[in-house]
């Protein structure tokens, strides 16, 4: 399985700001996934984002709200602009895994707190 | 109706217990099964991957999957309290717009008591 980081782990961030959250995997990988987690709800996939292509954004997730770049194989970051305390969230990045199957792994977290 | 439904317990065994973790959904296209475990603060961490149904044994985890109910199980033989943990379904059907989206339940949070 793929080694996936992430930072920040966790802050504190004042409304009317951004945050740009990066994420680092340690082997090439085509798809990224961006999730949140919200406190008693499921995991929720906000974006895909592929090498060399546009992110493609599940249905109440947009490109102004959560900017994401995908510069290489190995690399993403997810902004949250604008932030609201309804933004407080864990994000996670997910990685799938290679050959072929569609088993998703998935780095720590970052915990977000918008005040 | 959501598609994945999960109880979110919380779920509370003695140590050694079977303990038996469940889900319901409602989209037939989904062919793909997984559970993942998740301590607190921290990622969730891939347990257990079925394709279709059947069964899939993995040391003390089985993992079930009946389509044809819409119910997939995990099960957990001999539980520790290292397998205290929120446990989260997800299920996905091929999508050539955003690759293989993962679908979750809510998690089920147990606690092993020693």
């Known amino acids: 399985s793929a080694v996936i980081s992430q930072k920040p782990s966790r802050d504190i961030c004042q409304r009317g700001t951004s945050l740009t959250i990066q994420c680092q995997v340690d082997?090439?990988?085509?798809?990224m996934f961006w999730y949140r987690q919200q406190p008693g709800q499921s995991l929720t996939l906000i974006a895909t984002?592929?090498?060399?292509?546009?992110?493609?954004?599940e249905s109440g997730f947009v490109i102004d709200k959560f900017p994401i770049s995908r510069p290489n194989l190995t690399f993403s970051t997810l902004t949250v602009s604008n932030m609201s305390p309804e933004d407080s969230s864990i994000y996670l990045c997910?990685?799938?895994?290679?050959?072929?199957?569609?088993?998703?792994?998935f780095g720590p977290g970052t915990r977000l707190t918008v005040l | 109706q959501k598609e994945v439904e999960q109880d979110p317990g919380p779920l509370s065994v003695p140590e050694g217990a079977i303990v038996s973790l469940n889900c319901t959904y409602s989209?037939?296209?989904?062919?793909?099964f997984m559970w993942y475990r998740q301590y607190s603060r921290k990622g969730p961490e891939l347990l257990m991957y079925?394709?279709?149904?059947g069964n899939k044994e993995d040391g003390r985890f089985t993992a079930q999957v009946d389509k044809s109910s819409k119910y997939i199980s995990l099960f957990i033989r001999d539980s520790q309290p290292s397998d205290s943990a929120t446990y989260l379904c997800?299920?996905?059907?091929?999508?050539?717009?955003?690759?293989?989206?993962?679908?979750f339940g809510k998690g089920t949070s147990l606690l092993v008591t020693p």
């Open positions: 997910s990685v799938e895994a290679s050959g072929g199957y569609n088993e998703q792994f």
């Open positions: 082997s090439q990988v085509t798809m």
């Open positions: 984002a592929n090498q060399g292509s546009e992110a493609t954004y």
């Open positions: 989209n037939s296209a989904f062919q793909y």
């Open positions: 079925t394709y279709s149904s």
């Open positions: 997800a299920m996905s059907a091929k999508d050539s717009n955003s690759g293989y989206a993962l679908n």
